[in-house]
């Protein structure tokens, strides 16, 4: 196995495929959990476009109902856990240790096979489309249609399957991350001291450290009813449906935190940049983060206010939604405040940020007009609830990703995304996203139910579903330019310096793109905003001493053998079961080598 | 800093953008109420109480959007980037910060309480003289049963005007959802579990309603109507509808009557005569329903011979299979059903 | 194993826990919710059954309560593992290791044991929500027993291995004594509610 310690000069940028196959370089891994969840966004989004097709006019035919029912399925299964999460974990891999200025994850070759396993899952997940049938009970999967007898086909296998391996890779993932910011800061870089990024990271870790359990056991009491006879969630038996609701919404409730907090991170970076001044109320930003993620737990029932929950325990689950409010509205204030009396430079992801407040701002005040039972006993499942996670996934998470790509781009390639181009597609995306998502707030009004392949002419749809689905085609249009912004840019000449932006935190102390072993020496943290303290103290960058040695951990192909173990495992459960066995002979045999493999 | 005289007409500037935007969605908003399934014009007691509050839901919820927006618009053009300006470098203020985590604390309190007691006035029990039905979901058609009237229908609910209902809720299958936007919000039907729901309609009319939780393949054909009736109608419609279905009249219908009570009678009842099935909607007076296969067609021989040919032709998923039906079966059984006032 | 290391080798972390240490801890409190959950089932599902056999008709206390022993008592052997470990008495670590190994498999083999005995009077998956919940908790902490005694079988391989587990022997030790601990909570913590909670 080759060692990657020498003399400075000597690091070498190898990129065959093999490099990448073995790779446990958290940049490289994170720019493949870019890449793929890039093109899974592509394709949910894709799914969308043939939804919205379906929908524009009443009694649409281009696809017949049961196909509808997997096309929105899999469209959110798609977008939630193979385009966002990995997009954020995309950019906590790249920046988690530069911010803090560490060389490497904690376990770099755990944060490989949490990719691989990441993507064995999603194959998986997407293979259904293939082999017999995708998932069609909504991304929920309520009991008892996810149940064998009214759900008998093989995609519900897939969901169960596909979810708890997805489950395991993010589980790495997070206990990974998180371990590497308690531990692995550069000196001086105090908890107090993180950028807001990597708080809402390390708040999204936990979220995900403690609700991955109960969807899992969720998960596993599903595939025990549909393969092997227990009656968790039949009624006749005894079962009872409401139980997996509650399991899935303790998980899925978090799980929309974290979606979120990842692009009120990226937000919280770049506003102060372009705004030139620090950010606004930090401590109060990190703390209403935590808050947000606290509360997270104590709020699921709120999607299940229709269920006969009882008085109590409505009243409950409203006063604790409601009271999320208060964080976020703190974060919003802040940003509001952070954007005041500064010098605003609007580049493409300042667009971006400042169109998040904005954008978020809606999709969170229609969530707080839903958190009325009451209220919500007449938009609970209606369009009206679509036009609000729109308005946070799309206007927030979305949006914020975005945002960030713009802002890291030249730190991750060395080049500037295009500005003009850039701007083409924030304008198309931003007036594209309110003609989609803003009429649908009308048509949950007057009473269309989400979930429906078709519809009657005459209920007064059918304005509102034209123009929703034009939105989405511009919407696609804006992603088309984007796309082209990318791949002319990667074929101009790299420009960027190390700090384009004049940042303050310290992966812009690096080279862009960075090197392999991040930092010629790890720099030294003495205020919040370490590169600004720096600039007016007139602290100079340490020089790297001519010869160094930098112990960086040797590539290895067990992470991936891990994952197409994993894969196999999961293929087996659903087709036949020697695969199972040797997926488990390869996983075994691979720890085994992992353990023994020299780290030096 | 004190605001400069730019700063200030920017700021109006923004407000008036964001208002004639809030403005215009209003207007949209608004004409909503006008459909057909709307969720804003109420038409039943506890809809009532519950549009108050919504209503008052909305205008805070508005009054925070224009605020944000109006100021985060202000403050990207007040403050863009101007050659020689170098912003203060601050990082905070303790009492603004204090100011605007208390501001959502009294509007989150503004809507809770009102909230709470609509939750405990609506989801207590029925007044004693309510009306009792039993409504249950199955895929993909509702049943409503009236105990004590000896009524079983399917699809299309009768009520009295100004007497309150109590709706109890069940399911055969999957979970289902009762939804009338306009006389009530939903309440799921979850197997294993009771639930109701209760409301004093307080007009008469036809009421569009739908199930709402997804339920499977056929989930947006699940549709079912209200008709709210003045009493003496009312009355009347109970006693056509608890007697005993008509006697086939005619050859052609005396066959269709034959084919009815074998071949349909394993899943169909039509009371008054051997066909007793459980599986699929009561027969017993089909041609006085509007509609066919919960409120897909309206009710008319071309549609049901239509629906008999191929259910799952109809209405995907069907649970009713395609029997092979030949035409003259088709022709005698229709003859046969719409004779079942 | 793994962990980079800041310039030459030495162990530096910003909190001065171990990385894996670390990982352990996180991990288990990951662990608390999956256990938590599926002990929440199982009170859920209590007295839901339609049909018998209940926990009344199966449960064999003074039998279950030997079992919960036997596990306390390889509770104790781990943390003479640990701290032969850490004084570098290799004879009594493999020793007490061995039997922490041993004692982890008898119980298991209570397991199996019970497992059949409520099998033979009926009660499996299927028969009622008892059933379910049970074998279904009690089978993932059987699970979790197994996954340790594995865990703690490659560590008594390593330590036969000429120079032991090496310099961090004690901390190998350690992290997988907390794991073996966890495990062993849990279990009391299922017979309390389970079993001796009527
Ligand atoms: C990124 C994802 C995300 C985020 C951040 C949120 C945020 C919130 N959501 Fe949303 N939600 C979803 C994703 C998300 N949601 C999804 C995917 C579903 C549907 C699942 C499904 O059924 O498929 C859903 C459904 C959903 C429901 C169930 C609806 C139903 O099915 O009937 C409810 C009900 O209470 C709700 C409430 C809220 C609330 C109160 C917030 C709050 O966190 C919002 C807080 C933010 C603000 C309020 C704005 C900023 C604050 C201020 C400017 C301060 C002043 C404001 C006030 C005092 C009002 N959400
Ligand atoms: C992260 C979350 C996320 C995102 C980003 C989106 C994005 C979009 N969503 Fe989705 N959506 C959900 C999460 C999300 N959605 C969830 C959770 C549900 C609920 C599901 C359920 O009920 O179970 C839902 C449901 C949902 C519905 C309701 C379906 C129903 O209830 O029947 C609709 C309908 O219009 C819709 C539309 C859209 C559209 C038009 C976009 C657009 O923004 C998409 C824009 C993207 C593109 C247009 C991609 C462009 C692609 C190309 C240009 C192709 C290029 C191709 C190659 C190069 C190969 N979504
Ligand atoms: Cu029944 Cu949807
Ligand atoms: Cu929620």
Redesign the pocket.
Known sequence: MATATGTLPQVQEETTIWTWLTTVDHKKIGTMYGISGFAF??L???E??I??TQ?AVPNGAVVDADR?NQL??M??LT??FL??MPLGAAFFNYFLPLMIGARDVAFPRLNALSYWVFLGGALLLTSSFIFGGAPDG???AYAPLSDEEFSPGAGLDFYAIGLLILGTSSLMASLNFAVTVFNMRAPGMSMMRLPVFIWMMLVVNFLLILSLPVITVALVQLVFDRNFTTNFFTPAEGGDPILWQHLFWVFAHPEVYV?ILPSMGIVSEVLPVFSRKPLFGYAAIVFAGVAIGVLGFAVWSHHMFTTGLGTVPQIVFTASTMAIAVPTGIKIFNWMGTLYGGSIHFNTAMYFAVSFIALFTIGGISGVMHASPPVDSQQQDT?FI?AH??YV??GG??VGIFSGLYYWFPKMTGRFLDERLGKIHFWLMFIG?NI?FFP?HFLGLSGMP????TYDADLGWETWNMV?TI??YM??LS??VF?VNFFWTMRKEPTATDNPWDAPTLEWATSSPPPEHDFDVIPEVRDRDPLWYDRDHGIEKVEPPSEMHIHLPPPSYFPLLIGLGVLLLGVGVLSHLALTALGVVIVIYSIWGWALEPTE | MRPSPRAISLTVLSLAIVLITTWLIWIAWDATASDPMTTLAPLSDNADAVQGLYNFVTILAGIVMVGVLTLTLAFAVIFRERAGHEPQQIHGNSRLEVLWTLIPVAIVIAIALPSFSVIIDTTGDAPDDALEVVATGNQWWFEFEYPGLDVTTANELHLPVDRAVNVELRSEDVIHSFWVPQLSGKVDMVPGHENRLWFTPHETGMFLGQCAE?CGTSHANMRFRVFVHAPEDFDAWVASQAADAEPAQGDLALAGEKIATTLCAACHTIRGTNAVGQIGPDLTHIASRTTLASGMFENNSENMAAWLANPPGEKPGSIMPNLNLNAEQIEQLVAYLQDLK | MEATEAAHGEHHTSLGVDNRMLLMWIFLASECLFFGSLISTYLIYKGESLVRPLPDDVFDIPLTSLSTFVLLVSSFTMVLAVYAAHHNFPKMMKLSLLSTILLGLVFLGFQVYEFRLFGSEGLNLSTNQFGASFFVLTGFHGVHVGVGVLYLGSMLIGSMRRNGLGPSGGLYMEIAGLYWHFVDIVWIVIFTVIYLIP
């Not at chain 1, 989400?450 to 392949?453: A, F, G, M, S, V």
């Open positions: 966004f592509l949910a989004g894709l969308a476009l939804i919205r929908l509808y929105f399925t469209h959110a977008m939630i385009g966002i909504g991304w929920f979606l369009y679509v996670i729109h996934l799309f998470a979305i996203m989609t649908m989400r979930r429906i392949y929703a939105g989405s919407l696609a992603i088309i796309l | 997804f």
